[in-house]
């Protein structure tokens, strides 16, 4: 289509040379290109007046029905039918039924029975962890079996050799998997994601398994999400790469990054972001932040592609690295 839209203009030479830049950033945003050139583009249009901003890719899914069933590991745990939460006494007041539900999601559908027991009950003999399991995976079955629809065949949870495995249905969702999905989309298409880990980054506010306690298992699990959110974060955050990111996913990383100092990923993002915002002083902070952290902590220095992002950002502030 934009060809057609080049060769229409080619041969009007009467048309304003406006219509042909609009389609070089249309372009330019479908295969999302390199920073420079993209930044060079949106020069051009701003000095023409052209409103770079209207200037996006909108990508139409259609209307996204709700899923069958989602669970929610963010905020207050829940699993829903179409939206809507299924009765609590479906659970049969099991709290740890959660938990474990939580636990089989978060490792891919399969956790032992040996690790169930050591996050629930600390140190339990093989039998009485059994015991103990089997009316969770009841209360399990029952939460699952109150979502009555056409794929409630497709989900299972059994319990073999020592391992418990949940099977859910193809459709079937929940937020934390949603946000993995996001991530890896974002990957592979920044520019077009863009939308998608915003909302992600809205949902990552939420405290994980936010009723289910502070005892020890409730905390160990909860801290186990926000060590993966963390790690999702920065990449979550390529989507605004070579553009002014939202104060949200600054915020985001700027808490990753103050719960791990050390991590390299974390830093050069959330230096890249400050610089791409304009704020090169506190990208020059993180930066020495992380440079400490590896230091004193690990005893190893800034890898060079963040020493290097760092002079950069320096020789725009007229300064040299210390």
């Known amino acids: 289509m934009l060809d057609e839209l080049r060769v229409e203009l080619d041969s009007s030479p009467h048309e304003l040379p406006t219509h042909r830049l609009r389609a070089d950033l249309l372009q330019a945003e479908l295969d999302d290109s390199g920073t420079a050139a993209r930044a060079a583009l949106e020069e051009r249009a701003r000095r023409l007046g052209i409103d770079v901003d209207a200037i996006r890719v909108v990508v139409d899914d259609g209307d996204v029905a709700e899923p069958d069933l989602r ?21 049969s007041g099991r709290r740890q039924a959660k ?25 339990v003999d093989s039998q009485t962890a059994r015991s103990r399991i089997a009316p969770l995976c009841a209360a399990i079955r029952s939460a699952l ?11 299972s949870l059994g319990v073999r050799g020592g391992t418990i495995t949940l099977q859910l249905a193809p459709d079937d969702r929940f937020d934390l ?7 890896d989309r974002v990957l592979r298409e920044p520019a077009r994601a863009r939308d998608a880990a915003l909302a992600a980054f809205e949902l990552m ?14 905390s160990m ?8 959110l963390l790690e ?7 989507a605004w790469e070579g553009r002014r990111a939202p104060d949200l996913v600054v915020d985001a990383l700027e808490r990753a990054h103050d719960l791990d100092p050390t991590s390299v990923e974390t830093c050069t993002r959330l230096v890249q972001l400050h610089v791409d915002r304009g704020n090169l002083p506190a990208a020059s902070s993180a930066f020495h932040r992380t440079r400490g952290a590896l230091r004193d902590q690990l005893g190893m220095s800034v890898p060079e592609h963040l020493a290097r992002l760092h002079a950069e950002a320096l020789a725009a502030l ?5």
Request: net charge negative; glycine share 10%; aromatic share 4%.
């Open 71 to 91: 669970v929610r590991l963010l905020g207050r745990f829940a699993i829903e039918r179409r939206g809507a939460p299924i009765p609590e006494d479906a659970w």
């Open 99 to 123: 938990m474990l539900l939580a636990m089989l999601l978060m490792d891919g559908g399969s956790v032992t029975t040996d690790h169930v027991a050591e996050m629930l009950w600390g140190d």
């Open 145 to 155: 079996a109150a979502c009555e629809d056409a794929d409630a065949d497709a989900r």
């Open 177 to 183: 998997g949603e946000i993995r999905a996001v991530r």
């Open 205 to 218: 506010r939420e405290r994980p398994l936010a009723d289910l306690g502070t005892d020890g298992a409730a």
């Open 221 to 228: 699990l909860r801290d186990d999400i926000e060590r993966e």
């Open 232 to 238: 999702l974060a920065p990449q979550l955050a390529v």
């Open 318 to 322: 007229g300064m040299t690295s210390a």
